[in-house]
DNA sequence: CTTCAATTTCAAAATTCCTTCAGAAATTGA
DNA sequence: TCAATTTCTGAAGGAATTTTGAAATTGAAG
């Protein structure tokens, strides 16, 4: 699960930012308008933490632009104005949830996961490719309905290639999803090669096919069985 | 894909070659105004970079020169300077997208690929000839809906070859186009006839019409049945 | 502190791809 | 038809990329 996090204040950024990484997602953060609409331009999030209290433009605005642009991504607006008005707008504006500062970090945790559970309840609660099935809210993964046992950088990377079933996802950027952004200089991607390898020795444990295909100087994605 | 990066900073566009190389696309660099005409009417881009502080001339103008001379060149406007006059007066002339310094390679990459899409989407984004058709989304080829396993060069070949369907080109437009500014100097033009052998092969394998024409002294283009 | 699993690093092996070379085949023009 | 030029082909080497196993590191749990 990648996060995006827009609040402009540096303090409680970093703080949300370590919180959020100890519990296992990958995050980053966008100190104003302008850099986040970069980022969302630029990689692929599942989530945006919104405070609407931005130095360079508006936060609405921004939740406008993300609704329109992505509607894939939930977001959880953040706002010291406790203001029912913003909260109005926003959740017509299509916002998932809304959390007032100051809130303990737990709390922001609970808000996280229950904006998740609640839209994988609606529909679309399972990524599929053939016989390999995620559960998108109890977070299990079956092929050929054998459940596997997976670590979570093999989680997140088979959560990833079932997300971009069609494309070929290169090493730079399942990195980047994976780690987040300490990876703009990095220089060798040999773990991703490791997570691969394990990767598909579990899948093809449950089923002789391993599915995942190597495109030569690219990267990797699903292939079609023909 | 073959990209121009007009940037005079030589350790950035040192970067950004390098990246965008390892990510499959053909790039070159110009470091001034006058070297960026020059590789203009040399060779043949899909798409310009281009600084806006360059040393010898107004990237404006550039800019203004590429939509009037190549208007089907996508153009991505770089800039350190983050005015939002810039920003907008860079549009109005005709550029596609536009990137503040500093930024990352991949939001860089995001934003060419965006750029293509939404070019591509005004018409298809399928090339098509015959019964080969390319997803250029996707990067995938199909002659009869089999799917081709191609390396790049093969891969840049064919895309070649189908966005120029009614001209012949030579061996050294090819060798420039999937080389790169390398080719310069070279004297010899035989590992084009190893990629078109192997590209015909697997064309043929899929359909056995291998619809690349050999246009004697001259070059290749794709053949129309009649 | 110890233990165990997960992650990362490292280097060798295996694979795939690219280029070169030399000879064969094809085309052109005289 | 013949010679010159151009294109085609297969084989071989080298370069680049991926795979693999094993060791080192990290981190959480007991």
Chains 1, 2 share one sequence.
Request: glycine share 4%.
């Amino acid at each position: 699960m990648k996060l995006l996090v827009v609040e402009d204040h540096q303090q409680l950024s970093a703080n949300i930012k370590s919180y959020l990484n100890q519990e296992g997602y990958v995050c980053e953060v966008a100190a104003n308008y302008q850099e986040a609409v970069e980022k969302l331009y630029a990689y692929q999030y599942d989530m945006v933490a919104l405070d609407l209290m931005l130095p360079d433009g508006n936060g609405m605005d921004l939740l406008r632009a993300i609704k329109e642009n992505w509607p894939a991504i939930c977001v959880l607006i953040i706002s010291a104005k406790n203001a029912l008005d913003d909260k109005i707008q926003g959740l017509n504006l299509g916002a998932d949830d809304y959390l007032a500062k100051p809130f303990h970090l737990a709390e922001l945790n609970a808000r996280i996961k229950a904006v998740f559970r609640r839209k994988n309840q609606q529909g679309d609660d399972k990524l599929v490719f053939e016989e390999i099935v995620m559960n998108t809210s109890t977070f299990e993964v079956t092929v050929n309905d054998q459940l596997l046992d997976l670590t979570r950088k093999e989680f997140e990377m088979i959560q990833y290639l079932l997300l971009n079933q069609n494309r070929v996802l290169t090493k730079q950027s399942i990195a980047e999803h994976l780690w987040g952004d300490y990876m703009d200089t990095a220089d060798s991607f040999d773990f991703v090669y490791q997570h691969i390898k394990n990767l598909r020795k579990k899948v093809a444990q449950a089923k002789g096919n391993d599915y995942i295909q190597t495109v030569y100087g690219v990267g990797y994605k699903f292939k079609k069985s023909l």
